[in-house]
């Protein structure tokens, strides 16, 4: 019997070593140095280094801007670009436009989240979620997209507990932080961004749907 009890007791080592020799080599296996992917730089039209805001501001849940989120390297104004900001006196001192829903639901509010987002907007000021940009005094709002019913908050943790709204409203105040034109292309690109994403109907200041005449129109006032 005791011969057998030694007998067991090498095996039970032999076997234990063997585990401990394939652990550390799994282990060498596998790799030790994780790096995350580079942030990427933008350049603007001069080819120097710029920096867009939807690009380096995390989403509020601590996540990175979503894939789709629009990029604004071509609205952003450094000092370089300063000198090339243009306000145009025949433009009215501000533009609003409505995104209305299409059944009596209305606009969920999980929706509304992820089409703002996806369009680059950022909740802030007001309670309302607006298109940030850089100019030559900072960081400023562009325009701002707020619910079209009172009292016109759109606070993200309400849309997420399931609020809804039957439309929304964009608001552009000119003359804007930047060049007028830029900002008058990205409110009516944006407008449009987050139609197509909630499947609404896009209407001008009088609540009229937009045609394609009336887009055009908007486009030549820059």
């Known amino acids: 019997m005791e011969t057998i009890s030694l007998i ?10 063997a585990i401990y020799f394939i652990s550390r080599a799994s282990r060498k296996e596998q790799p ?11 350049k603007d039209q001069e080819g120097e280094e710029a920096t867009s805001i939807m690009e380096d501001q995390p989403a509020r849940d601590g996540k990175g801007p979503s894939r789709n989120a629009q990029d604004l390297s071509d609205v952003v104004d450094d000092n370089k670009s300063a000198a090339k900001k243009k306000s145009n006196p025949n ?4 533009l609003i436009m409505f995104i209305a829903a299409e059944t009596e639901e209305g606009f ?4 509304i989240i992820n089409a703002l987002d996806n369009s680059g907007l950022t909740f802030g000021d007001m309670d309302v979620y607006h298109r940030i940009v850089l100019s030559e005094d900072g960081e400023s709002s562009l325009f701002n ?24 409203s964009l608001v552009l105040n000119l003359p804007s932080p930047i060049d007028d034109g830029e900002a008058l292309h990205d409110f009516m690109r944006t407008a449009e961004r987050i139609t197509s994403h909630l499947g609404g109907v896009l209407k001008n200041q009088n609540q009229e749907p937009i045609t394609a005449e009336q887009r055009r129109a908007y486009f030549a006032m820059a």
């Open 145 to 168: 997209v707020a619910n079209g019913i009172k009292p016109w908050t759109l606070v993200p943790d309400d849309l997420a507990r399931g609020a809804s709204t039957p439309g929304l």
């Open 91 to 94: 433009l009215p001192p501000q």
């Open 108 to 111: 969920q509010g999980p929706d």
């Open 32 to 42: 030790t140095d994780k790096k995350l992917p580079p942030i990427p730089t933008l």
């Open 8 to 17: 067991i007791m090498a095996l039970g080592l032999v076997a234990l070593g």
